[in-house]
């Protein structure tokens, strides 16, 4: 592990080296007992509570993130899904047993769940206790040793992870690396067996292109631009609440924020109309005062953002204030949008909320299609017919309909990108089964019966020994046995009746 302070750039380590030592303890077979893997994942959700006031103050002076967002969005949810994975770490390691046919019915087929072996894991700045630690804790789960790499621009999370996480796990299973882009090339030159990477699209491509050179499968957590469509059916004060606290959370620098509102001119006036008042309402008058707003994580994100507000200066609706000395923008919605308008060019990833008015939901989906499959489409409508619509004539990481953000929170749904958006998913079972390689096995035996039917396929071959097999490894339509469960309880009570009603009968003439 690396060490340096805050402000001081860490001291080098030899990565190469770093990673041969991983490897060893993998080869060593440290990781793979469950019950090892079981203690580590205890130790880690009592660093999560003994740490909180800690992890709290980190994420307030590097985002200056109010508690309330602190704890829901990253403390509360990696504890939720550390105690699910807890506690069901054994049904999810335990090796499957698919069906068999009819070929291999005297033998065992199984798939077991491997470790990849050595797991690297890279974190993004937005939230940048969340988005290292839990995909760490899923590879953990899984049995691989991890390394772990925080994002340089969150510097008193990075802190917290490099002083914290040693202190609870076993420092050669979970090493911590820090530094800039530098050390992150030089990692990526390192043989990794798997890459977890959260971030932009750009690096991500740069992550997949030093992967490739090993074959090293990947995950991506990127972003993009995405939707939100909404249309007349809803209760626009409502949609207005949703949308704009998936935006504006941690001062919209979310991965599945929405980036932009498609919508008819006449729900834009009453979408506009119903934001300045919950606006007003959330943050006052005054909004830089207000305690639950965040700040932009650095000035050159800031200026990028100042950018976009000066060139949308003639269509903002709400907001539009900014300081360049706290780093705030002031939640701002902007009006009338067109399509070659500079704020849509890419990801806005800060408070800014543009609308761009279009005709019907049809006209909303080619606007859509036009562009790189978003990380999540937002739908806000009434309407099932509408909701078919999207999800069939649409493609994204994710659909979620009359919200936003809460589908991230529900941990039996994959999360993940497509196309720029990304590739790969983790939350839940879905994080285990990311860092787990399924290793198919066949488990033959040597009874005649089963020597009896596979010696067919030894030479001399014949026409008649090619028919045999033919015929034996031939797929078959088997009826469906989903209603059995219900004719053995129908037959049960049938038999019972019966009997009750024969017994009734024979005590009759006894009398």
């Known amino acids: 592990m690396t060490v340096g302070s805050l402000n001081a750039k860490p001291k080098p380590v030899n990565l190469a080296d770093l990673v041969a030592n991983a490897r060893d303890t993998f080869n060593r077979g440290v990781t793979r007992p469950l019950e090892w893997r079981r203690q580590q994942l205890k130790n880690l959700l009592r660093m999560y509570t003994e740490n909180q006031n800690a992890m709290v103050a980190a994420l307030q002076k590097d985002l200056r993130r109010s508690k309330m967002e602190a704890v829901l969005l990253e403390i509360d949810y990696l504890i939720n899904d550390l105690k699910n994975t807890l506690n069901n770490l054994d049904e999810w390691a335990k090796p499957d047993r698919p069906p068999k046919t009819l070929v291999n019915v005297m033998d065992d087929v199984v798939i077991y769940k491997d470790p990849f072996g050595v797991a690297l894991v890279i974190g993004a700045w937005n939230y940048p206790l969340q988005l290292l630690l839990l995909p760490m804790a ?7 040793v991890v390394v772990v790499k925080p994002s340089e621009l969150a510097e008193a999370c990075t802190r917290f992870v490099v002083e914290t996480l040693p202190k609870y796990l076993d420092n050669e299973a979970v090493i911590v690396v820090e530094g800039g882009p530098e050390e992150t090339t030089e990692l990526l030159k390192q043989k990794f067996d798997y890459i977890f990477y959260t971030g ?7 992550v997949y292109a030093a992967a490739t050179k090993n074959l090293t499968p990947v995950t991506l957590e990127l972003g993009g631009k995405s939707p939100v469509y909404i249309d007349s059916t809803v209760d626009v004060h409502v949609t207005a609440k949703r949308v704009l606290w998936g935006k504006f959370i941690n001062a919209g620098q979310t991965c599945i924020a929405p980036d932009y509102v498609l919508c008819s001119k006449e729900v834009q006036d009453k979408f506009v109309d119903a934001a300045r008042e919950v606006l007003r309402e959330w943050y006052g008058a005054e909004p830089q005062k207000s ?10 994100h800031f200026g990028r953002l100042q950018a976009l507000l000066d060139a949308s200066k003639d269509k903002i609706a709400i907001g539009g204030g900014s300081d360049p000395k706290e780093r705030f ?11 070659g308008d500079k704020i849509m060019e890419d990801e806005i990833f800060g408070p800014i909320l543009p609308i761009v008015p279009v005709e019907n939901a049809y006209e909303a989906i080619k606007f859509i299609n036009a562009r790189e499959h978003p990380l999540v489409l937002y739908l806000f409508s009434n309407q099932r017919n509408i909701h078919a619509l999207f999800n069939e004539q649409t493609r994204s990481g994710s659909f979620c309909v009359n919200d936003t953000i809460m589908f991230y929170g529900v941990d039996t749904l994959p999360f993940g990108g497509v196309g720029s958006s990304g590739m790969g998913a983790y939350h839940g079972k879905a994080t285990f089964d990311t860092f787990t390689h399924k290793k198919s096995c066949l488990v033959k035996n040597f009874a005649a019966i089963g020597e009896k039917l596979g010696s067919m396929r030894y030479p001399p071959y014949t026409e008649g020994k090619l028919n045999k097999i033919s015929k034996l490894m031939e797929k078959r339509s088997l009826p469906s046995l989903k209603f059995l469960p219900y004719l053995l309880t129908f037959a049960l009570g049938a038999g019972v009746s019966y ?3 024969a017994w009734h009968k024979m005590a009759s003439e006894d009398l």
């Open 138 to 144: 899923g590879a953990i789960a899984a049995g691989n």
């Open 200 to 206: 932009g699209t750009n690096v991500g491509k740069i």
């Open 291 to 300: 305690p639950d707003l965040c700040r932009i994580i650095n000035s050159r």
């Open 329 to 339: 923008i002031e939640p701002t919605v902007v009006a009338n949008v067109k399509e």
């Open 499 to 501: 009997g009750i009603f």
